[in-house]
């Protein structure tokens, strides 16, 4: 189960650049990785939640009703600044496991279904 985490995130990891090989291919990422990585995201349907009404795919800022209020769905493009691009495969796993960011350790909202697959 570990080696299935790790191998999710990293694609996942991989494919939020909008699905796009190319761009990965000039940073030498294997093409491959990148490609399991859009089948993943696809399957988990991660644009679903992480991509507003006319927004930019995985952007975030899709508003949620919930008990105590209305969530705001995270960025989770690979943008340094303001996605998850600065995140190594812990922080990703960190954030999305446990709902610790990040950001000065900060915590996450976390109904996030992926935290279903813990093992």
């Not at 291919?25 to 093409?31: M, R, S, Y």
């Not at 009404?53 to 493009?77: C, D, E, H, R, V």
């Not at 995140?87 to 796993?93: A, G, I, P, R, V």
Request: with cysteine; net charge positive; proline share 5%.
């Amino acid at each position: 189960m570990k080696t299935f985490r790790h191998a999710f995130a990293t694609a996942v990891l991989m494919a939020l650049s909008f699905f796009s090989a190319s761009g990965w291919a000039a940073e030498g990422v294997d093409a491959q990785l990148v490609a399991r990585g859009e089948y993943l995201a696809r399957a988990a349907d991660c644009a679903a939640c992480h991509t507003a009404k006319g927004g930019q795919p995985f952007a975030g800022g899709l508003p949620m009703a919930s008990p105590l209020g209305t969530i705001y769905s995270t960025n989770i493009t690979p943008d340094k600044a303001l996605g998850i691009g600065g995140y190594s495969l812990e922080d990703f796993d960190r954030a999305v496991r446990r709902g610790i960011a990040k950001r000065a350790g900060t915590r996450c909202t976390r109904p996030c279904p992926i935290r279903r697959s813990r093992g």
